[in-house]
């Protein structure tokens, strides 16, 4: 027995295998089709790329006689002591060489003006201890005569009652 339902199916299968086997030969087609154009394509890329290889090496080698023409030109310049650069960082150098004498002449005056103020210092501490010990010696010495004073004024005074009583 066969079934109508059954026999329909077989028959779609059959059409959809039909159906797949020409879908895969067009992408197969295609797909060549596609190779070819990749080739065609990738060996006008190439050509491309090579005359681009051959200009590029044409400039670069342009490119470098002209920095070799320029790098000779620097040297020469370096050598005249003419050259730009070289102008800019000897007068860079020389900037700074003369802040730091002028550095080096402030620091050496305040130094010597220190020096000297410490000089001054110590001379004036010197007269002043001076002055002031021949001051404590004067008033030292002063006190003591005073103090003499007072005792032979003392003894004239006792003296003078003594000699009051034998006379």
């Not at 339902?5 to 295609?30: I, M, N, W």
């Not at 007072?150 to 003894?155: G, P, S």
Request: with cysteine; net charge positive.
């Amino acid at each position: 027995m066969t079934y109508p339902s059954l026999s329909c199916h077989t028959k779609s299968r059959s059409k959809s295998r039909r159906l797949q086997k020409l879908e895969k030969a067009k992408l197969k087609l295609a797909a060549k089709n596609n190779t070819q154009d990749h080739s065609l394509k990738r060996n006008a890329a190439r050509s491309r790329s090579r005359e681009n290889q051959s200009l590029n090496e044409q400039s670069k080698n342009k490119l470098f006689e002209y920095e070799d023409e320029g790098i000779k030109n620097e040297r020469v310049m370096l050598e005249q002591g003419t050259h730009p650069e070289y102008k800019r960082l000897v007068n860079q150098l020389d900037i700074a060489k003369y802040e730091k004498l002028s550095r080096a002449r402030h620091t050496r005056d305040y130094e010597r003006q220190a020096v000297q103020q410490l000089f001054d210092a110590r001379k004036r501490q010197a007269w002043d201890e001076f002055y002031n010990a021949k001051k404590n010696l004067r008033f030292k010495l002063v006190r003591s005569i005073q103090a003499k004073i007072a005792i032979t004024e003392q003894e004239i005074k006792h003296l003078t009652k003594k000699c009051e009583l034998y006379l």
